[in-house]
């Protein structure tokens, strides 16, 4: 039988939660710069959310950009940009961003008039007209959507945990939402609906991650009645490292596959992929696990029935344990 | 624990291979024709075929105006030929108002109006206003009507345009989705389903005279209309009555023909639209009659002799594409109220093609990626979590196929994600196994102790990304619910293949033969 790779040392006992208040500063630091830079830059809304029109179409021949971008502003519509998009050359986007009173009607007649300017020869790839009073309400249902399935979250994990397990679940849940915003702030990458249904994926992807660690702690509360609480939570982290390290890994090599060679149409939803799976590992370490620490983890409340506890076949706490890593 | 019963084996096995029969359409997507219909390939959506998707805004508040306007006419008729004095008649904001003066026919007047529609409530406000109000049940009810008419329209309008498989559906109150897959150039179709095409014929008011008319002043019940643009040779505006003597309700077919060489549209009416052109034209001999699209005079011709036939056409400047089109507006019937488009979204079959091959190259890398990394992590254990991985992506396949499921390209990523996920709830078990493992128990119970431990984990964490799904499937639209989909189906069957097909191939390996240690 060939070797097996093993990408985590076996029986690790890394002191975690000694780190624990450099990670909270460093958690800090990052959603305070997120909060600015959506308080000062806000976020690059794409026309779904901020209404307006995109083109992207195939002209006959490599098209000269300077006449056609001169003849679409003399079409007086507002902000128009024109770029080349993919690898064809003959293939343009137009993006028209209108301002806040258009109505729909006057939306429906830019892209009339945008065609207008291309021609009938020209091949369109891709179409998208959002009024204006449809963008404002993806906004909102995007809001909710994002707000409500944090809120279900916390609600399942209450339930089937303690309230301080929620609550850790809850902040690291908003952490990486808010970083990830934060991030799309920065870079000023477009922000878009399926940036949202990336924003959902990656909560749920990281509470998983959590829950995965939530459940050993619960265990090891229930089976180590007098190890002090941070020695416990650093045995639960270091005996779940090499799942959380794997999995992380494989999701990570689908998700940069899919930004590598998905097409345009999904890049900036597998770079929000990737970025969460990033963080959300990073947050389920640093910060849902250590938060525990601060919260006065009553043991007999999730002390209950453990068979486990009875075998007796695991070894304990080992004295290495303890040690820092 | 590692026992399994027979029943259970069949069933695993059973669910796995109808998970691989459902996903064999795909296969041969070329000759899903011939197939019968529960037994096709899954649907790809707009985004992937190309299409293109439109959603639509009835604009109700225009029929309320417009019963309210009818209700306004209706009063006017009642109360002269009661001779009741009336000043202030008209609409106001959502009701209907007059004021009587004098305060002896104030009685009679609040009773004759309250007898003109069972839908409005009259109240006598002070000093002999009456306010009529269109109650909200009936106000709701209006509204209701018109999308339905409006969806059964514009139905028939795209139908007719010889669109293949359309979808029109209504979305909440007041709006209609429409996908049309497959077209790639949605304008001729937004030019036909944004034209309300309301036919009406009116009297011309032949007491204004030009300079009344160019001065904008009109008797009560008359109002001005602009000429259409196909108005051959016609005046700028017209006065007309607002009374409609005949309406397009009333044509049971339209066709585009030809008039001394001229493309005109002739039409008919049924019998009781007929009968009622008919005595119109019979009493109106000599007036001219406007023929009315949308609010604007096409022609007003002259009435030289009674049209008792019932049908006629409508001459103007048209071309043949007009009239043709004209013809299908009319037959396939008004729209109750204007429609705006508030979304558009079109894909070409060449982007849709491009995204197809991109997801497809993706989920294929992304595919060979883990089945590397899970075999060597994992070695034996690993291979049998890539079996299970791959009769999980045959189940989604199936599962998304039988349920008649769209496939969108964030659909195609839900995918990818899966594959990356699915394998987490075996590298849960198989971590534990070793974790067991070194703490000293047996083969056995190891994996009997990784199975069972790693299993709470296991549903806790997918259960609270299924609570993400869920919302984002409620929340989404198009694509995105899509991903909401793919994502929910592939955490359900990931659960099965990793819980029942993975321990099942285990404990079927511990049966085979003499195993002292765990070969991960």
């Known amino acids: ?325 | 624990m590692l026992y399994f019963a027979k029943w259970k084996i069949g069933l695993v096995l059973a669910i796995c291979l109808a998970g691989l029969f459902f996903s064999v359409p795909n296969a041969i997507r070329g000759q899903a024709d011939t197939l019968p219909s529960w037994w096709q390939p899954v649907t790809l959506g707009l985004d992937l075929q190309g299409g293109s998707y439109l959603l639509l805004e009835v604009e109700t508040d225009v029929v309320v105006r417009e019963q309210l306007e009818a209700l306004v006419e209706s009063a006017r008729a009642e109360l002269r030929s009661a001779r009741i004095r009336y000043v202030g008649l008209g609409v106001e904001g959502t009701s209907a108002v007059v004021t009587i003066p004098q305060v002896d026919q104030r009685d009679e007047a609040g009773r004759l109006l309250a007898d003109l529609d069972d839908a409005v409530t009259v109240t006598d406000e002070a000093d002999g206003r009456f306010v009529m109000a269109l109650t909200e049940e009936a106000m709701l009810e209006r509204r209701n009507q018109a999308v339905e008419q409006s969806i059964e329209i514009v139905r028939k309008r795209v139908d007719e345009t010889g669109t293949r498989e359309p979808t029109i559906q209504r979305q909440g109150q007041t709006r209609i989705i429409v996908e049309l897959p497959g077209v790639d150039d949605p304008q001729r179709i937004k030019d036909l389903i944004g034209r309300t095409a309301k036919l009406n014929f009116h009297l011309v008011d032949d007491r204004v005279s030009p300079q009344e008319l160019n001065a904008g002043q009109t008797p009560p019940g008359t109002e001005i209309m602009p000429a259409a643009e196909n108005n051959a040779g016609g005046p700028p505006r017209y006065a007309v009555r607002k009374r409609v003597e005949v309406s397009g309700d009333r044509l049971v077919d339209a066709q585009p023909n030809f008039q001394d060489n001229q493309p005109v549209v002739s039409f008919r009416f049924d019998t009781a639209g007929g009968s009622r052109f008919g005595r119109v034209t019979q009493e109106n001999v000599g007036e001219n009659l406007a023929i009315v699209l949308d609010g604007q005079v096409i022609s007003a011709p002259v009435i030289r002799e009674p049209i008792l036939g019932g049908s006629g056409v409508i001459s103007g400047r048209f071309s043949v594409q007009e009239t043709q089109d004209l013809a299908l507006l009319l037959r396939a019937g008004a729209l109750p109220a204007p429609l705006t488009v508030l979304e558009e979204r079109t894909v070409g079959p060449g982007l849709g093609a491009d995204s197809i091959e991109a997801g497809a190259l993706a989920s294929l890398l992304g595919l060979v990626l883990v089945v590397v990394f899970m075999i060597a992590s994992y070695g034996l254990f690993g291979g049998m979590a890539v079996v299970a991985l791959f009769i999980n992506l045959f189940l989604l396949l199936g599962a998304l196929s039988l349920l008649g499921a769209t496939l969108t390209l964030p659909g195609i990523a839900g995918i990818v994600l899966t594959m990356g996920m699915a394998v987490d709830a075996n590298v849960l078990i198989f971590e534990r196994m070793r974790e067991e493992a070194r703490n000293g128990r047996t083969l056995m119970n190891s994996i009997e102790t990784g199975f069972r431990q790693a299993f709470k984990a296991i549903v806790d964490a997918n259960v609270t990304t299924l609570v993400a799904a869920g919302l984002l499937f409620y929340f989404g639209s198009g694509p995105v619910k899509g991903f909401a989909v793919t994502l929910s189906i592939g955490i359900v069957s990931s659960m099965f293949t990793a819980v029942m097909v993975t321990r099942l191939m285990v404990v079927t390996w511990l049966r085979r033969g003499q195993h002292k240690a765990l070969p991960i």
């Open chain 1, 1 to 325: 039988m060939p070797r097996l790779i093993n990408l985590v040392p076996v029986d690790t006992s890394i002191d975690f939660m000694k780190r624990r208040l450099h990670a909270l500063v460093l958690s800090v630091v990052l959603m305070v710069a997120a909060v600015v830079s959506l308080g000062v830059q806000q976020l690059n809304f794409g026309i779904d959310f901020a209404g307006g029109i995109l083109v992207e179409a195939r002209m006959p021949a490599e098209p000269d950009m300077g006449a056609l971008r001169d003849r679409l502003n003399g079409l007086g519509l507002g902000a128009v940009s024109l770029t080349h998009i993919g690898e064809d050359a003959r293939d343009v986007m137009i993006r028209v961003q209108q301002p806040e009173d258009t109505t729909d009607e006057q939306e429906s007649a830019a892209l009339k008039a945008i065609q207008g300017v291309l021609g009938d020869s020209v091949e369109y790839r891709r179409v998208e007209l959002v009024g204006p009073k449809v963008g404002g309400e993806l906004i909102e249902a995007g809001i909710w959507a994002v707000s409500l399935s944090i809120l279900a979250i916390v609600v399942y994990i209450w339930f089937r945990f303690e309230w301080q397990f929620a609550v850790g679940a809850m902040v690291a849940l908003i952490h990486d939402v808010l970083i990830t915003l934060g991030l799309f702030s920065v870079l000023r990458l477009e922000f878009d609906l399926t940036t949202v249904a990336a924003l959902l994926t990656l909560a749920g992807y990281s509470i998983n991650d959590t829950v995965v660690v939530y459940d050993r702690v619960r265990e090891k509360l229930r089976k180590f009645k007098k190890l002090a609480l941070v020695d416990l939570l650093n045995l639960a982290l270091n005996k779940t490292l090499s799942r959380t390290i794997l999995t992380s890994l494989t999701t990570l090599i689908a998700v940069l596959s899919l930004l590598f060679l998905g097409g345009d149409v999904l890049r900036n939803f597998s770079a929000a992929l990737a970025f969460g799976i990033i963080i959300g590992t990073y947050s389920t370490v640093y910060v849902a696990v250590p938060i525990l620490v601060y919260f006065d983890l009553r043991r007999e409340a999730v002390a209950g029935e453990d068979p486990e506890a009875e075998a007796g076949a695991d070894g304990g706490p080992a004295p290495a344990d303890k040690a820092g890593g």
